[in-house]
């Protein structure tokens, strides 16, 4: 079975390639982002979350995405001010990617086969959430109405803390 670590990557936001091989042995929250969204306040929750724990191994990684309600219009430059300006995110954050149809990024396309979720593995929406445990194995899908304060048992849990 391949992991989350093994032969994926992405873009960073300010255009760097990144392997999730980077983040083996961590405690992973990958999520697709919106600045434009009803759930984008769960900016500040998943910072507090990823200062709170990073020291204990937590990483969380943003995906901007424009695939729902057009949320996501804006270029890098747009989405950094809104992610460190207006939320203080201070975790990895890349470029704008698709959770969904033909032209899915690897990391999601790899996340929703071994975390279905909806029929067909599609993502509902902005602030989709996946949990990956140290060993690269993904945990826990969560809703994009679950706030990042009710992911925190599962996320200690996957830290042991």
């Not at 998943?46 to 729902?68: I, M």
């Not at 470029?95 to 690897?106: D, F, I, L, Q, R």
């Not at 899908?141 to 803390?161: D, G, S, V």
Request: charged share 20%; hydrophobic share 40%.
């Amino acid at each position: 079975m391949i992991t989350f670590h093994q032969r994926l990557t992405a873009t960073s936001l300010r255009g760097k390639l990144i392997s999730m091989g980077d983040y083996a042995g961590k405690v992973v929250l990958v999520v697709n982002t919106a600045s434009h969204c009803r759930f984008t306040p769960q900016y500040a929750g998943l910072e507090a979350l990823y200062r709170k724990y990073a020291a204990q191994g937590l990483v969380v990684l943003g995906f901007p995405c424009n695939q729902f309600g057009k949320q996501e219009p804006g270029g890098v430059d747009e989405i950094a001010q809104t992610c460190h300006i207006n939320y203080g995110v201070s975790f990895p954050m890349f470029e704008k990617v698709k959770v969904n149809g033909s032209a899915t990024h690897p990391v999601f396309r790899y996340l929703k086969d071994e975390l279905p979720g909806l029929p067909g593995g599609w993502i509902k929406w902005n602030f989709t959430k996946f949990l990956i445990g140290r060993d690269g194995k993904p945990l826990r899908r969560f809703a994009p109405i679950t706030t990042p304060e009710k992911m925190e048992a599962a996320i200690l849990a996957a830290l042991e803390l």
